[in-house]
């Protein structure tokens, strides 16, 4: 499959994109850590409860499993079900990849944004708060996320598009120049 540099600049933007905000968000995960840590160290060895501090490992954790998913399409670390992707050749690869984007991926995200955008609009419209007394006042921006994980997975999904597309024309004009290479399961590229 190619990699960032071979695909067109607009799909090569967003891989880079998914890229740097993926790295960037794996520092949130230790800002999560560190403050769990707090949470348990001040609740056990003092006997201090923070309802902010408990409601910010949750964001931070909505945070990055929301805005990091696109980032995980990008280094293939989604799960599918291996049995018969990994025998497929680079090709076969590429045409299920691609299939599996069109009719599953980009589908399901419309649907999300779609479905989600009333249920984020009304907490936009009353700034809904934590139900907690003292708890972080930003339930809006939370629910916010997931207009935003659909919107970097559709375009991370172009980018897989893209990505697939140029290994089933690349194999294509191989082919058709005279390359007859078996590009079979064994084969590494």
Known sequence: MPDSRELPSFAARLDTFSEWLGRGLSWLVLAMM??????????????????????????????????AA?????????????????????????LTNLLGTLFLLLPVMVFILWFSW?????????????????????????????????????????????????TLIRRSDSTAAGNTSNDGPGELH
């Open 34 to 67: 560190l403050i769990q840590f707090l949470i348990v160290v001040l609740r056990y060895a003092m006997s201090i409860s923070s309802i902010p501090m408990q409601e910010s490992v949750m964001y931070l954790h909505a945070t990055v499993f929301m805005l």
């Open 118 to 166: 009333g249920y984020v609009d009304k907490s936009w419209r009353i700034f809904e708060r934590s139900s907690d007394a003292g708890g972080i006042p930003g339930v809006f921006l939370l629910k916010s996320l997931i207009l935003v994980f659909a919107a970097l997975m559709i375009m991370q999904g172009v980018v897989e598009i893209t990505r697939s597309l140029m």
């Open 70 to 94: 696109g980032y995980t399409l990008h280094q293939d670390g989604h799960v599918r079900v291996d049995i018969f992707y990994r025998l497929r050749s680079a090709r076969g690869k590429a």
